[in-house]
């Protein structure tokens, strides 16, 4: 039977992994709310700018945090687990930005602001990063050091 032990530093990637899926989520969901233009009058600049910034704090922040301090934990020894983690985390920001960019099209021209054209583009951009390191997290180098207390 496969078995993996979760330590602290995979429970943090598993954590970014799923802030990644929720951000992607929200800049999807936003872009097919525009779509849908059911309520012309609620979606002013101001409305979409604010519901971005409101995006990026839940969603995006914390997952940045989340995949830097299992980095930081490992960055000496590697860890699979964890990088494979991160690599996924990455990848699904990457896919999901592409599909955000390619949604841009088919949106009202009167609701597409300027933070919602470079949405897509930064964190394109953005994911690129966290792949590498979680590529870099999963060449394992030497043993984890023994914690002996006594």
Known sequence: ???IKMRVENWLALTSLVFFVLFVGQIISL??????DQH????????????????YSIGAGPAGILAAVPFIMTKTYGS???GMIIVAGGAILLVGMLASY???DSINDDY???YLQLTPILFIILSIPAIVVGAYLMKEKKKRPKKEYF
């Open 1 to 3: 039977m496969f078995k």
């Open 31 to 36: 872009e097919y709310l525009l779509i849908d």
């Open 40 to 55: 012309p009058d609620l979606y002013t600049q101001n409305f979409i700018d604010s519901k971005l910034f409101m995006f």
């Open 80 to 82: 699979k687990p964890t």
């Open 102 to 104: 390619f949604i841009l």
């Open 112 to 114: 597409v602001t300027d």
